[in-house]
């Protein structure tokens, strides 16, 4: 081969030429592999690509049988070639038959060779398939050879990827890359979405490979490297991680990778030989990718290989001028978006029309992607484990939100049962909709109230079509965190206003601003904690910033007019802060009757109940407050101390256990002494079993998304409370476990018919 720069550059113009010739997908991979050999002097070079069923078959070759190709295969791990396929790094042998794999294919007259230089094909981390050249002579290939194999290789998987090669496979099967894939995640948001896929960050894709001008390539790598330290560095320092969902140690991860000398020596070794700077960065991408996914067994180096995936995206991004993500690009009608991790501000800046549902591979329901997706009726999975490496822009997807499951490149049988899904479901909703004006009244007579969470102007429309009795949960911290700086007291009245108009008379429970934790606001300078879900938050940020709750207070005071104000406090933790909080509003009261002239609507002041330590304060709570509202989702990652966003722990404990019941029953008990409401707007109460459970313990208040309200009412409707109630009273009070609250719960429902 004729030197390390010169070569390359030849071959992959010739290459780029062959591509854009009208010919056969078989012809065009026959000229690849001579074209190749020759410029590379080897006698023999031969395509391998990875089938669906895992093998690898001879898809084209100089010199070795034709009779071979689309005959021969080895499986992954077998031979050299599916060494290569399995280790996902080149294999460079003076003696091929020496090498204990060495698997002898008698069909392709391989035994006339003797050295072997192989190269994985590799895209986007996958492995497509392999390329070796072969020479009768005992030789060494030098490390410029192997560089420049590697190099032809990246070209070789762009053609893998496309879709001309459908229809080859000696075996009548598919490409590896067109395999249907099926992710059983989580549910994030119920319902279900057939469509395409959207990467939220796309995949670069590199197509300039050679270099003209190898100084000119480190220059603008080293341009590109400076400004995404600088762009990190300034993303630790102002503390924000609303972007991309990220918290502070992926940043650091960040940090460490961008100024890692071995990550940045390893790209200039590669520019050296002849590479553009976003090939480099590929190329050692697609390297390091393969070395720690052969450690993948560990959680921890795994993280870490997304943060290293991510910054590389990055510095590809930079170097080709392309924005990091672009939610104001035109989305195909049908778009599915896939992510590892995005922030709930991101996600309300697509256009929802065209979204059909989200995936995420992190994030657990009680996240706020979660929730704000919830709040949009999108269909959502999360903990779909490598779904945004091996899925491609423009793939079929189906997204099953009820099951928490995801069929990308689905089959035509898969499609068509989800078809039959689809129209099922269709039934199940419109009897939902005929349901919504029955009575919300157990099959024994009790009546329960079954309220909605909202917290954008977008959600009251699902008021009226849910058949919800009002609005038990209303996140006001949502407009602050789709702002770009803080909304005036006057566009904050606004939008009370607006909801009240919507509400139509229909009871409101207005959060006061709840951030802080996984809320953030990017225009909000705050200082970075170890520990921000329990940090400086929601009414903790209240009281020690009262000009930002005295503004939100005084917007709820002039919106409300005739109606009822109802108004709770989140995170409270001593009931003095209620005390506080409500001195706060009785001030406003004075400010606007003063400066205003308003008299001041009916006033209920409540406090959501999701710190434990109030569950040690109930008496004294109940005095104090007009109302409650139990925030499960922060009370249970309190009282189970697992991060209710960190997929890991988020759903180790199942929130229907005695433990949790038998302090929840304390709360309803005392609610019942002091004659105070109650209610109950997280998560679990969407959830039929769930609220069958809460309503067994004395809940007759629920909040829940609006998609949930028609399945918990069938449920409530099929109930027999008392009996149900009756029997908590002897389940709570069984210590030994068997056969758990879950259990018993599902054989109650079973046995009276009730659905959930
Ligand atoms: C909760 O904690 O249960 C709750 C309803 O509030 P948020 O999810 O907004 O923290
Ligand atoms: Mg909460």
């Not at 998304?705 to 009996?723: F, H, N, T």
């Amino acid at each position: 081969m004729s030197g390390a720069t010169a070569g390359p550059r030849l071959l992959l113009r010739s290459l780029r030429a062959t591509m854009a010739e009208s010919i056969g997908a078989q012809e065009r991979l026959d000229k690849v592999a001579s074209l190749i050999a020759s410029n590379m002097v080897a006698e023999v070079c031969s395509i391998y690509a990875l089938r669906t069923d895992r093998a690898l078959e001879l898809y084209a070759t100089e010199g070795l049988n034709p009779d071979a190709v689309h005959k021969t295969t080895l499986r992954v791990g077998e031979g050299l070639v599916g060494l290569i396929a399995a280790d996902a790094r080149p294999l460079n042998l003076p003696e091929a038959r020496s090498h204990p794999q060495f698997a002898y294919r008698p069909e392709t007259g391989e035994d006339l060779y003797h050295s072997f230089l192989g190269v994985p094909i590799l895209r986007a981390g996958r492995t497509l398939g392999v390329l070796v050249v072969q020479n009768a002579t005992q030789r060494g290939y030098a490390e410029d050879e192997v560089e420049a194999l590697q190099t032809t290789a990246m070209v070789i998987a762009e053609v893998l990827a496309s879709d001309e090669l459908t229809g080859l496979s000696g075996a009548g099967g598919d490409l590896d890359i067109r395999r249907a894939s099926h992710f059983a995640g989580t549910t994030l948001c119920d319902g279900i979405g057939l469509g395409t896929v959207v990467l939220h960050q796309p995949r670069v894709v590199v197509t300039e490979l050679i270099a003209e001008d190898i100084p000119t390539e480190l220059r603008r790598l080293d341009a590109a490297i400076a400004s995404l330290r600088l762009s990190v560095d300034d993303m630790l320092a102002r503390g924000d991680m609303a972007a991309g969902g990220a918290h502070r140690d992926v940043l650091e991860a960040y940090r460490m990778f961008a100024n890692d000398q071995g990550w940045v020596r390893r790209i200039k070794e590669a520019v050296q030989s002849g590479l553009t700077a976003e090939a480099a960065v590929e190329r050692v991408q697609n390297q390091t990718r393969a070395r720690m996914k052969r450690q993948a067994s560990d959680p921890y180096l795994l993280d870490r290989l997304h943060d290293f995936e991510d910054l590389a995206n990055r510095l590809l991004r930079v170097l080709m001028g392309k924005p990091q993500t672009d939610m104001t690009a035109e989305l195909p009608e049908n778009a599915v978006l896939i992510a590892r991790t995005m922030g709930a501000a991101e996600l309300l800046d697509y256009d929802r029309s065209n979204l059909r549902g989200l995936v995420l591979e992190e994030s657990a329901p009680t996240s706020h992607v979660s929730i704000v997706a919830r709040a949009l009726g999108l269909p959502s999975v999360g903990r779909a484990i490598d779904v945004v490496a091996l899925a491609e822009s423009g793939d079929d997807i189906i997204i099953d939100g009820d099951a928490g499951e995801v069929h990308l490149r689905p089959t035509p049988e898969v499609v068509h049962s989800y078809g039959e899904k689809v129209r099922f479901r269709a039934k199940r909703m419109e009897r939902y909709r005929a349901n919504r004006n029955l009575p919300s009244v157990s099959k024994d007579g009790v009546h329960v109230e079954l309220l909605m969470n909202a917290g954008l102007l977008v959600d009251m429309e699902h008021l009226e079509e849910a058949g919800a009795s009002g609005i038990g949960l209303f996140r006001t911290e949502l407009q602050f965190m789709v702002a770009s700086s803080f909304p005036k007291m006057a566009e904050q009245q606004a939008l009370y206003e607006q909801i009240y108009d919507h509400a139509k008379g229909k009871p409101v429970t207005f959060r006061s601003i709840d951030v802080g934790g996984d809320k953030v606001l990017p225009y909000l300078r705050m200082d970075v904690e170890e520990n921000p879900a329990m940090g400086w938050r929601a009414i903790r940020l209240g009281l020690d910033r009262p000009g930002l709750m005295r503004a939100q207070i005084r917007a709820l005071l002039l919106a409300a007019k005739d109606n009822e104000l109802r108004l709770m406090f989140p995170m409270i933790t001593e009931v003095s802060e209620l005390r506080k909080a409500r001195l706060a509003v009785e001030r406003e009261i004075d400010h606007v009757r003063r400066h205003y002239e308003v008299e001041p609507p009916m006033l209920q002041m409540g406090a959501m109940l999701e710190v434990p330590s109030l569950l040690f304060q109930l008496d004294e709570l109940f005095e104090v407050a007009d109302f409650i509202s139990v925030g499960s989702n922060d009370l249970l990652q309190f009282m189970t101390a697992s991060d209710r966003g960190n997929t890991r722990v988020a759903e180790r404990f199942d929130p229907l256990g005695s433990p949790y019941f038998r302090a929840l029953r304390q709360v309803t008990e005392a609610a019942d002494k002091a004659g105070k409401s109650l209610s109950l707007c997280g998560d679990m109460a969407g959830h039929p079993l769930a609220a069958m459970a809460l309503i067994g313990i004395g809940f007759r208040q629920i909040s829940m998304s609006p998609a949930q309200i028609g399945p918990v009412k069938e449920m409530l409707r099929a109930l027999p409370v008392q009996e149900l109630q009756d029997k908590f009273a002897v389940w709570l009070n069984d210590s030994s476990g068997a056969p758990g609250l879950r259990g018993l719960l599902e054989d109650f429902a079973k046995a009276h018919q009730v659905p959930y």
